[in-house]
């Protein structure tokens, strides 16, 4: 995953009772949010979230909607092999080291955990090809844990809207996990994404449509 860096100009906190306001707003707007990643099992998500770093959902479901009817669990990946899952994940960037990795990932599955995908943090990340923030959305989507999954839209949203500013992703996670009011901490993952995703975009912030612009505290807004 590309580094992150911290903004050159640090955005001033969201106070609480604004932090509340922007997901009560979020929620209105989307009560059920979900990844745009598909998947039908907790090993499916694991999959997806780890071809699609450095690509796009839309990408990996274009490929995983060949691979998973195909083979959906650790063993009938295994019984792909490294060239055989190749075949199915060629168009996705990186594609001969998350092979490499998805392989390895589903003999251990298959050797320690009895081809089931662990709802344990520390054991999710011994897997090859699984880092915190995988982990953390695996929990979250698939087991339904209160964490915090800090991807680039999450680590744009939370410093330039105040929400969380931090100067890597760890700082900025520890700070969303403690700022966000507990009923929201289980879908703000999906909300600040999708946010980050479509509306607090990369090089041109759509404020004008944004729910939440007169709470955050970017001081160079769009103004169409």
Not at 24 to 27: C, D, E, V
Not at 77 to 83: F, Q, R, T, V, Y
Not at 96 to 104: G, L
């Given at each position: 995953?590309?580094?992150?860096?911290?903004?050159a100009?640090r955005?001033?906190?969201?106070?609480?009772?604004?932090v509340?306001?922007?997901f009560?707003?979020?929620?209105e707007?989307?009560?059920?949010?979900?990844?745009?990643l598909?998947y039908?099992?907790?090993?499916?998500?694991?999959?997806?979230?780890t071809?699609?770093?450095?690509?796009?959902?839309?990408?990996?479901?274009?490929?995983?909607?060949?691979?998973?009817?195909?083979?959906n669990?650790?063993?009938a990946?295994?019984?792909?092999?490294?060239?055989g899952?190749?075949?199915?994940?060629?168009?996705?960037?990186?594609y001969?080291?998350?092979?490499?990795?998805?392989?390895?990932a589903?003999?251990?599955?298959?050797?320690q955990?009895?081809?089931?995908?662990?709802?344990?943090?520390?054991?999710?990340?011994?897997?090859?090809?699984?880092?915190?923030?995988?982990?953390?959305?695996?929990?979250?989507t698939?087991?339904?844990?209160?964490?915090?999954?800090?991807?680039?839209?999450?680590f744009r949203?939370?410093?330039r809207?105040?929400?969380?500013?931090?100067?890597d992703?760890?700082?900025?996670?520890?700070?969303?996990?403690?700022?966000?009011?507990?009923?929201?901490?289980?879908?703000?993952?999906?909300?600040?994404?999708?946010?980050?995703?479509?509306?607090?975009?990369?090089?041109k912030?759509?404020?004008?449509?944004c729910?939440?612009?007169?709470?955050?505290?970017?001081?160079?807004?769009t103004?169409?």
């Open positions: 995953m590309a580094t992150m860096k911290k903004p100009a955005t001033a906190r969201m106070p609480k009772a604004d509340t306001e922007m009560t707003r979020l929620r707007l989307n009560p059920h949010p979900r990844t745009e598909e039908s099992s907790p090993f499916e998500l694991l999959v997806a979230v071809l699609s770093a450095q690509a796009t959902d839309v990408g990996v479901n274009k490929a995983t909607r060949k691979l998973f009817p195909v083979a669990t650790p063993q990946i295994l019984a792909l092999g490294e060239d899952l190749k075949k199915y994940i060629a168009t996705i960037g990186l001969n080291a998350k092979a490499k990795n998805v392989i390895a589903c003999a251990m599955l298959v050797e955990h009895g081809g089931e995908v662990p709802r344990d943090r520390a054991a999710l990340e011994a897997l090859p090809g699984v880092g915190r923030k995988t982990a953390n959305v695996v929990l979250n698939a087991f339904g844990e209160p964490v915090m999954a800090v991807d680039t839209h999450i949203v939370s410093n809207t105040g929400l969380a500013p931090g100067k992703v760890r700082a900025v996670e520890d700070l969303l996990i403690k700022v966000i009011p507990a009923e929201f901490l289980l879908d703000a993952h999906h909300w600040l994404i999708l946010h980050g995703r479509y509306v607090c975009k990369a090089r912030p759509d404020c004008p449509q729910v939440i612009r007169d709470l955050c505290r970017f001081k160079e807004k103004a169409a």
